[in-house]
């Protein structure tokens, strides 16, 4: 009773901090385990996170079982008398050496299993280029000549500046929206050659279960490909303390149909094949006519 008496005011006291949050700070403390994902690979990443996670809480309940029982059932009492002579037990020490190697080595296989599928970039049928920069993206579509730059878009660039005395929940998708997301095709396994242009930069969309580091001068490889009925749009953020505006480099993928896509990628290839191409000399203006050669006269022709 006296240490309930004791926890009451502090549980007051925790019920009316989260009484005095917002709603908006709560409600997402139901969702801080993983997601599943729109990808096989991101379920499978998902799925090998559970299976060490209930393997952990089954541990721990044993661990702690027995500590718990131990506390109790062995506790000091008025008149206990030491036992000293149970002091090495080589049989337990075998038991509690050899069941967590098993137990290790079972979580060891599902594990490097899934470690060897995220490196499988082959048979890949789609290669981009993703290079971060202080701060955004570049996405370079190597096979089909089209190149473009991600920024934060201009709503939330807007918003954030001191001053600018914008509601940031006036804007949709505050600091999770772009000016030109990267745009992909469902059903279709995309590989990423991750780089950057100046510091570390880590390129994070948690719904295809893909983090890679973007290291200047290196080239990380990554790879994923959407559920062919879960096309629409997917957000993610720079993962990596990248400098002052790391806040505000988010990832943004239009996962569209084949159709599409290939619709919008031909679109965009001639664009930019139009853009670049040298202009058109200017025209010259048409060269005179060539003068008529004087006809000789009968007055000419008779003083010779």
């Not at 500590?67 to 002091?87: E, H, L, N």
């Not at 749009?233 to 505000?248: N, S």
Request: hydrophobic fraction near 45%; glycine fraction near 6%.
């Amino acid at each position: 009773m006296m240490i309930r008496a004791k926890l009451a005011p502090l549980a007051l006291a925790a019920a009316a901090f989260c009484g005095a949050l917002p709603a908006h700070a709560t409600s997402g403390w139901g969702e801080l385990n993983m997601t599943q994902g729109v990808t096989d690979i991101s379920r499978k990443i998902y799925e090998l996170h559970m299976t060490i996670f209930w393997v952990c809480v089954a541990i721990g309940v044993v661990v702690f079982g027995v500590m718990i029982w131990s506390i109790i059932a062995f506790r000091k009492s008025q008149g206990a008398v030491t036992d000293v002579t149970r002091v090495h037990n080589t049989r337990v020490e075998i038991i509690w050496t050899i069941v967590p190697v098993f137990i290790l080595i079972a979580m060891a296989v599902p594990a490097a299993r899934t470690l060897v599928e995220i490196e499988d970039t082959t048979k890949t049928e789609l290669t981009i280029k993703v290079t971060g920069f202080q701060w955004g993206w570049n996405y370079d579509y190597l096979d089909d000549g089209v190149s473009y730059y991600s920024h934060l878009d201009r709503k939330s660039d807007a918003a954030r500046e001191l001053g600018s005395g914008i509601d940031p929940n006036s804007v949709d998708h505050y600091l999770l929206n772009v000016d030109n997301p990267l745009i992909v095709p469902v059903g279709t396994k995309v590989r990423l050659l991750i780089t950057g242009a100046d510091v570390i930069h880590s390129w994070w969309v948690p719904a295809f279960g893909v983090k890679k580091d973007a290291i200047p001068g290196f080239v990380n490889e990554a790879w994923f490909k959407v559920d062919t009925d879960k096309p629409g749009l997917y957000r993610g953020q720079c993962a990596e303390l990248c400098g002052r505006d790391h806040g505000f480099m988010p990832i943004v993928v239009d996962v569209r149909s084949k159709a599409d896509f290939a619709a919008w990628l031909k679109d965009k290839a001639a664009q930019q094949k139009q853009a670049a191409a040298p202009p058109a000399p200017p025209a010259t203006a048409p060269a005179p006519a060539a003068r008529p050669a004087p006809v000789a006269t009968a007055s000419a022709a008779s003083a010779s």
